[in-house]
């Protein structure tokens, strides 16, 4: 490659246009720093006049589960993953949330609602929307439809703490502090309120999602800003919870199963996977769908 193609070629890269491509379609630890860095820049006016919340938190025993089109329509897996829960917490509340009873939990700002109701916002960021807003306003407990449990066996912080969320171990993605597949919250924790206020913010000026995991990394954001409150927070790692979801339609083992639970008791599936997949026989998902 000659220069003037050499410097073409990264005049391109570092061009505004590519970097907004490069953010919102790659999901890797480079994407996720670079949108770090982008919106903790747009949102630094924001911060600085930021008032930290002190309201008193109130616990909340309900766990939140989230499947907009309902219950009736939802897959196999998600199905048996709440009938799961409810059976292994019988004396908390399970509410399912769909876009039918929505508004009977959360009222979103009118210009965040006319957005939704304008089909910018997909189901997915949605979801991360309604987890932070459910949590502020009621606390309670939030776990994604995809995650299976297989017992109840929780150091006793899990549920006890002010906040608590997986932390995310990785070292090459220090861009994204934790998971948000599970977080239990007392109402208004700060790290979360600050995490709905930045989103708010975000959309009062913003017609597209920047990055998929954006959600995450305003969360970091928030810890960052709020040293003092994240140093109190309980730290377990997202690495256990993900091993399930790595053999899920791998040829079932008895030994792996019971190595793999008796890691964590609480696993990070997915619903994205082919029909092949689906119905492979005696996989790790088909034993989960019939135990």
């Given at each position: 490659?000659n220069l003037?193609?050499r410097?073409?070629?990264?005049t391109?890269l570092?061009?505004?246009?590519?970097?907004?491509?490069?953010?919102?379609?790659?999901q890797?630890p480079?994407?996720?720093?670079?949108?770090?860095?982008?919106l903790?820049?747009?949102a630094?006016a924001?911060?600085?006049q930021y008032?930290?919340?002190?309201?008193s938190g109130?616990?909340n025993?309900v766990?939140?589960?989230?499947?907009?089109q309902?219950v009736?329509?939802?897959?196999?897996?998600v199905?048996?993953n709440?009938?799961?829960?409810?059976?292994?917490?019988?004396?908390?509340?399970v509410?399912?949330?769909t876009?039918?009873?929505?508004?009977?939990?959360i009222?979103?700002?009118?210009?965040?609602?006319?957005k939704?109701?304008?089909?910018l916002i997909?189901y997915?960021?949605?979801?991360?929307?309604v987890?932070v807003?459910?949590l502020t306003k009621?606390?309670?407990?939030?776990i994604?439809?995809t995650?299976?449990f297989?017992?109840?066996?929780?150091?006793g912080?899990?549920?006890?703490a002010?906040?608590?969320f997986?932390?995310?171990t990785?070292?090459?993605?220090?861009a994204?502090a934790?998971?948000?597949w599970?977080?239990?919250?007392?109402t208004?924790?700060?790290?979360?309120?600050l995490?709905?206020?930045l989103?708010?913010?975000y959309?009062q000026?913003?017609?597209?999602?920047?990055?998929?995991?954006?959600f995450?990394?305003?969360l970091t954001?928030?810890?960052?800003?709020?040293?003092a409150?994240y140093?109190?927070?309980?730290r377990?790692?997202?690495?256990?919870?993900?091993?399930?979801?790595?053999?899920?339609?791998?040829?079932f083992?008895?030994?792996h199963?019971?190595e793999i639970?008796?890691l964590?008791s609480?696993?990070?599936?997915?619903n994205?996977?082919?029909?092949?997949?689906q119905?492979k026989a005696?996989?790790?998902?088909?034993?989960?769908?019939n135990?």
């Amino acid at each position: 490659m000659n220069l003037k193609k050499r410097l073409n070629y990264v005049t391109t890269l570092l061009s505004p246009s590519f970097i907004n491509f490069y953010l919102k379609n790659k999901q890797t630890p480079v994407a996720d720093a670079l949108t770090y860095v982008k919106l903790k820049k747009e949102a630094t006016a924001f911060l600085d006049q930021y008032q930290v919340q002190t309201t008193s938190g109130e616990k909340n025993n309900v766990i939140w589960i989230c499947w907009f089109q309902g219950v009736e329509d939802a897959p196999p897996l998600v199905r048996h993953n709440i009938e799961t829960i409810k059976r292994l917490y019988p004396k908390q509340q399970v509410q399912i949330i769909t876009l039918a009873n929505l508004s009977d939990f959360i009222t979103f700002p009118t210009f965040l609602q006319d957005k939704i109701d304008a089909g910018l916002i997909s189901y997915a960021h949605l979801s991360d929307l309604v987890r932070v807003a459910l949590l502020t306003k009621h606390g309670g407990t939030w776990i994604d439809s995809t995650v299976y449990f297989t017992g109840t066996n929780f150091p006793g912080y899990v549920f006890d703490a002010p906040l608590f969320f997986y932390s995310n171990t990785q070292q090459q993605n220090r861009a994204i502090a934790a998971s948000s597949w599970f977080i239990h919250s007392d109402t208004n924790h700060p790290i979360l309120v600050l995490t709905r206020d930045l989103l708010y913010n975000y959309w009062q000026t913003h017609d597209t999602l920047d990055n998929y995991f954006m959600f995450h990394v305003f969360l970091t954001i928030a810890c960052d800003h709020l040293t003092a409150e994240y140093a109190k927070l309980p730290r377990l790692g997202n690495v256990e919870p993900h091993l399930m979801g790595k053999v899920l339609f791998e040829q079932f083992d008895e030994q792996h199963y019971q190595e793999i639970t008796a890691l964590s008791s609480m696993h990070k599936l997915t619903n994205k996977f082919s029909k092949e997949n689906q119905e492979k026989a005696d996989t790790f998902y088909q034993y989960i769908l019939n135990h």
